[in-house]
């Protein structure tokens, strides 16, 4: 495989503590993140969470209302957006409509600086080449309008990518697309960046394409990082329960551990911890983590309210304790019991959270 491309040489990135106030309110608060050279990161949340903000932040686009972005050891802060070397793509891909893909690919060139402008033949040869990497050879004299959504993404980073970047900064790249597309685009974007090696910070709000696409996924909430770590991580240990339910289904009910054992409204689980103090908790258990048992064995009760198929299983609505609060579990087809039964469950792959 080729993969002399475009190697602007990748930088690792440090985040310091870096916070962002807009007037009165924050929209990060002291967030830090050391990043190595030639990593994918996915910056993943909900909306709001600030992801976007740190993205422009490390794009020069902001400035931090405090800390400091570093790029390769050096401060970055201090460096015009035109000289930090970097390649966006963003959302909604602002290609020029009125050049063709070649000229929008090779825009980033054609507008240095006499003296740090590549002759036109080798401009030539880099565009070509970067159309044959995203894989539009023989689109180059098309408009953008005469191409689809996807195809239009894949010009726009072959566009940040012309620059020979140190880093890569994506902001929803494939968010306006559907959903298969999506994926294609996603293992595409893998395997690019695996040819490329280019630092990448990728934002999403689709939990699948962070742990499907990412090395590290950086789970933000509120301004604020809630864990960093590989996709098993996230899934597999949840650093709180916002993580928990923010990757995947999940119902958390509030428990009480007392004396080693976990009680939830006044009833026993059946689940024990090693702790003998009295504390409050989270029980946090996905559908698909839990069996029905007979009545009578420990575990949790509810009432079933709402049964629908679920892929190849069915799902339980159920109400449980006091409160109106609901549980969402999995069954085998055939498994299910009529509306309104109590039944009891138990958690298999259950986890406690601190309240
Ligand atoms: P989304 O997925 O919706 O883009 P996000 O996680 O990227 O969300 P940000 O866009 O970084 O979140 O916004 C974080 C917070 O900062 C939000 O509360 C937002 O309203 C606020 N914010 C962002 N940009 C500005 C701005 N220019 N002026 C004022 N507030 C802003």
Known sequence: A????ALGAPVDVTIDA???DFGDSPALFGVSLDVRAGELVALLGPSGSGKTTLLRILAGLEAPSSGRVLFGGED???LPVQDRNIGFVFQHYALFRHMTVFDNIAFGLTVRPRGSRPPKSEIRRRVLHLLDLVQLTGLEKRYPTQLSGGQRQRVALARALAIEPRLLLLDEPFGALDAQVRKDLRRWLREIHDRTGHTTFFVTHDQEEALELADRVV??????????????????????????????????????IEDGAVTFSGDPTGLAVNEAERREAVLGFRPHDVTLVEDGAPAIRGRIVATRRHGGRRRLELQV???????????????????????????????????
Not at 2 to 5: A, R, V
């Open 321 to 355: 304790g006091p409160d109106h609060l609901r549980a969402e579990i999995d069954v085998e087809v055939g498994d299910e019991r009529p509306l309104g039964t109590l039944i009891g469950f138990r958690p298999e792959r259950w986890r406690i959270f601190p309240a």
């Open 2 to 5: 080729e993969t002399s491309i």
């Open 18 to 20: 870096v916070a962002k």
């Open 76 to 78: 970055a802060l201090g």
């Open 219 to 256: 789970v933000m909430s509120k301004g604020r990082i809630e864990q960093v770590g590989s996709a098993d991580d996230i899934y597999d240990r949840p650093a709180s329960p916002f993580v928990f339910s923010f990757i995947g289904e999940s119902t958390l009910l509030p428990v009480v």
